[in-house]
């Protein structure tokens, strides 16, 4: 305790932990407060990549940034940072978009059942009602049991085997990094309709569907290929890299708060009520009031939570809550994507699963950015988790552009890969609802327990996954803290 002052201690500083340590240092009445980070920068996985040709910026993980991404884009705002876009907002991106299935470009025929999936999904949630663990009903139950491949057999027509059905689980697989027989089936409700619940603010936030151009046209439902454009092209990225957001949040903190290569090894409830925190630098602890673990699951299971008092299903969703594998190929291309003809705008293909984009799009400059995005082992695991890309890796990308958007090859120079699975402070792309753990913890993963208060991605029910549900975590943790010191949340 310095003082007056309580101590609070915020445990990550990705954008998560420093939303929410910025929104507490802002308040009229001073914190004792820390922010201990394990690595020696602050973003965790908003981390742009720099050092490409004409100054131009890649991200190592969070890019994309939608129209439904409110609590980023107020932030953004904020902070006085400016967005470029990939494409004219509300417009239909002039070229049309790849999906290559089993070898093959899938056609809109082939792809017009999609309605009809999402008209399923809808129909599914009316009948299990909220999505909450508790409020979890027999009807909820039994298709949170179910995986995505179990649906997509049960509801598409010949299932996994049919275009449609592998298109779906493609995307599926690409936007949360699994395997589509690893996911709860309400993964697909969650991704492309939204879940109801009585939680946070931003709800309905789900894939490409705020700026889906058929969503601008009355009465049309937009399609599969609709929906991807939007999520990958007809979005924004912060002009300078993404990080920018979490630089500028942390120069906002109070001198010395932030302390860099502090990784928390254990907490502990004292009898008074308060946590003692040791980290492994230097056996430095610390005692506080509130506590914000703003840190992915798998760094978290390195933690010794023995004596924090925490409750079993807290337990069991920390063991048990896994999380994706999501890889970036970033290729740097002596001239823009979009000057070869035939570049589609962005592709994927579904063996394995890979997207490309134009990272470089709305970018200054001649050269181009490309990234691919993979789930799985595609890009083998080298036991760096980032760095240059070895020249077998880069040859694969070159092997997989061939497939996806031909023509570039020839134009291709420097590659970076990272994977994140490998990252001993993420432990991987972002989490995901097994089977079964939609009923056990939708709506838990963010309620406080005693004095200690869970922010990251993984905790939002509105966006998990993506750089908004860090961020509104963030938020909802400072309102939490505030509250609990019997301060007004401003
Ligand atoms: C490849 C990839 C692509 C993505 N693409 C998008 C996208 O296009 N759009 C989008 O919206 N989102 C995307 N995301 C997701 C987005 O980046 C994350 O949801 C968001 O950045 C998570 O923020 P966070 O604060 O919850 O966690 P993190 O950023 O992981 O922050 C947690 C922090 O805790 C630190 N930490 C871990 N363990 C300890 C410890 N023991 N002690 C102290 N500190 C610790 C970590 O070093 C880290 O800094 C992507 C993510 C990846 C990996």
């Keep these: 305790m310095a003082g007056e002052r309580p101590t609070v201690v915020v445990v990550g500083a990705g954008l998560a932990g420093l939303a929410c340590a910025q929104r507490l ?119 949170d049991e179910m995986s995505v491949s179990d649906w997509l057999d049960r509801h598409v027509e010949h299932g996994n085997a049919s275009p449609l059905g592998l298109g779906v689980a493609t995307l599926v697989s690409l936007n949360l990094g699994f395997d589509p027989s690893e996911l709860s089936a309400l993964s697909l409700h969650h991704m492309f309709v939204g879940l109801s619940d009585r939680g946070e603010a931003s709800l309905g936030f789900s894939f490409g569907h705020e700026s889906a151009p058929a969503t601008h046209e009355q009465g049309t439902q937009p399609g599969l290929l609709d929906l991807a454009a939007a999520a990958v092209v007809e979005v924004m990225h912060v002009a300078g890299g993404n990080d920018l957001i979490a630089s500028r949040l942390a120069e906002l903190l109070p001198g010395g708060a932030l302390r860099f290569g502090e990784a928390l090894r254990s907490v502990a409830r004292r009898p008074d009520g308060r946590y003692l925190l040791r980290t492994d630098a230097g056996g430095t602890h610390l005692v506080a009031e509130q506590l914000v673990l703003a840190l ?61 984009w134009d990272s470089s799009v709305g970018q200054p400059g001649e050269a181009g950015l490309l990234t691919l995005f993979s789930s799985g082992d595609t890009f083998g ?90 961020v509104s975590s963030g938020h909802r943790t400072a309102a939490e803290v505030l509250t609990a010191l019997g301060l007004c949340p401003s």
Excluded at 306 to 332: D, F, H, Q, V, Y
Excluded at 428 to 434: R, V
Excluded at 445 to 464: D, K, N, R, V, Y
């Design 381 to 470: 695991s080298s036991g760096v988790a980032h760095g240059p890309a070895e020249e077998e890796v880069r040859r694969l990308g070159t092997g997989l552009l061939d497939v996806l958007a031909p023509g570039l090859e020839g134009s291709i120079g420097e590659a970076w890969l990272d994977l994140w699975a490998e990252d001993p402070w993420a432990g991987g792309g972002y989490a995901g609802f097994a089977p079964g753990q939609y009923a056990r913890f939708a709506g838990f993963l963010s309620q406080p327990e005693g004095g200690i208060h869970f922010a990251g991605e993984h905790t939002s029910l509105s966006s998990p996954g993506y750089l908004d549900g860090a």
């Design 25 to 143: 240092s802002a308040h009229e009445r001073p914190l004792d407060l820390h922010v201990l980070e394990a690595r020696d920068r602050v973003g965790g996985r908003c981390w742009s990549s720099r050092g490409w040709s004409d100054g131009q910026v890649a991200e190592h993980g969070g890019e994309l940034i939608e129209d439904s991404q409110h609590h980023v884009l107020g932030l953004v705002a904020q902070l006085g940072l400016t967005l470029e876009h990939r494409a004219p907002t509300g417009k239909r991106w002039p070229r049309p978009g790849r999906a290559v299935i089993g070898g093959a470009d899938v056609t809109d025929s082939e792809l017009a059942g999609f309605p009809d999936v999402t008209r399923q999904l809808r129909t599914d949630l009316a009948a299990t009602g909220p999505v909450r663990f508790d409020a979890a009903g027999t009807s909820l139950r039994e298709l």
């Design 296 to 356: 992915p699951m798998p760094p978290l299971r390195a933690v010794d939570l023995e004596g924090a008092a925490l409750s079993p299903r807290r337990m069991e969703a920390i063991e048990s809550l896994p999380m994706g594998t999501s890889n970036k190929l970033i290729l740097a291309l002596d001239r823009r994507p979009s000057t070869t003809p035939s570049w589609p705008g962005f592709a994927f293909t579904d063996r394995p699963p890979v997207a490309v």
